[in-house]
C-alpha cells in the first residue's frame, strides 16, 4: 500500500497567485513528514520536514506545510508563487517503527507561468 | 548547511564496464547513506541503504552483485555499477543523515549513460 501520495502529477499557476501542491499520507501512529524538492538534472533539496509541534511549518524559499492529521495531509502553500519555483516538488514520510527509510511520493510538476 | 558531494556529475560509459559513484558528506558525518535511481519523470527508487562499516540493505529487485555499494567512513560511500548495460543509463542519486529524524541531505545525481 502506498504511503504517500501526491494526486496531481503537475500544477500550474500564474505567477504571483498562491500556490498549493497536494499530499496525503496513509501511515498509522505520529510519521515524519518531509517536502523536497528537484530542480532539472538537480539533487533533491531540502523545504521543510514536520517532526511534531505545530502543525504549520515554515520552510525554504517562503514556502510552508501544514500537517493535518484528521485528513491526512500535508499540503505544501505559497503566498505568492515566482517563476522560478517551477520544479519538480516530492513529499516524502518516514513510517514510524520502520527501516527509517523515507519514502516518496510521485511528485508533482510545478509551472508557474509569467 | 548541510552539503553532501557526488562526483562525478555525468559519466558515458562503454557497455560492459563499470563505473563508480562518489557520495561525500562534506561538513556532517553520514552514519546513513542512501542510494536513489530516478527514471524520466519518475520518482525517486530506493535502491539500498548503507551504514557506515557495514553491508549494505538492498530493496528488492536490485541486484547487489551488478550494484555494489561501499561504506567505508561517515563521509563517504561509493555506488559501483559493475559490467554495466544500456538498460543501466539512468539518474543516480545519493542521500545522507546523520541520525533518524533529521532531513536527508541530497546529492546533485549522477547521469549515467552506457553505449
Known amino acids: 500500500a502506498q504511503s504517500v501520495a501526491q494526486p496531481e502529477d503537475q500544477v500550474n499557476v500564474a505567477e504571483g497567485n498562491p500556490l498549493t501542491v497536494k499530499c496525503t499520507y496513509s501511515?498509522?501512529?505520529?510519521?515524519?513528514l518531509f517536502w523536497y524538492v528537484q530542480y532539472p538534472n538537480r539533487g533533491l533539496q531540502f523545504l521543510l520536514k514536520?517532526?511534531?509541534?505545530?502543525?504549520l511549518v515554515k520552510g525554504s524559499y517562503g514556502f510552508e506545510a501544514e500537517f493535518n492529521k484528521s485528513q491526512t495531509s500535508f499540503h505544501l502553500k505559497k503566498p505568492s508563487a515566482l517563476v522560478s519555483d517551477s520544479a519538480l516538488y516530492f513529499c516524502a514520510v518516514i513510517k514510524p517503527g520502520s527501516a527509517r527509510q523515507l519514502t516518496f511520493g510521485s511528485g508533482t510538476q510545478l509551472t508557474v507561468l509569467p | 548547511g548541510a552539503v553532501v558531494s557526488q562526483h562525478p556529475s555525468w559519466v558515458i560509459c562503454k557497455s560492459g564496464t563499470s563505473v563508480k559513484i562518489e557520495c561525500r558528506s562534506l561538513d556532517f558525518q553520514a552514519t546513513t547513506m542512501f542510494w536513489y535511481r530516478q527514471f524520466p519523470k519518475q520518482s525517486l527508487m530506493l535502491m539500498a541503504t548503507?551504514?557506515?562499516?557495514?553491508?549494505?540493505?538492498?530493496e528488492q529487485g536490485v541486484e547487489k552483485d551488478k550494484f555494489l555499494i561501499n561504506h567505508a567512513s561517515l563521509t563517504l560511500s561509493t555506488l559501483t555499477v559493475t559490467s554495466a548495460h544500456p538498460e543501466d543509463s539512468s539518474f543516480y542519486i545519493c542521500?545522507?543523515?546523520?541520525?533518524?529524524?533529521?532531513?536527508?541531505?541530497f546529492g546533485n545525481g549522477t547521469r549515467l549513460t552506457v553505449t
Open positions: 542521500s545522507a543523515r546523520d541520525k533518524e529524524g533529521s532531513p536527508l541531505h
Open positions: 548503507s551504514n557506515e562499516g557495514s553491508k549494505a540493505t538492498y
Open positions: 514536520y517532526i511534531t509541534g505545530d502543525n
Open positions: 501511515v498509522s501512529g505520529n510519521p515524519y
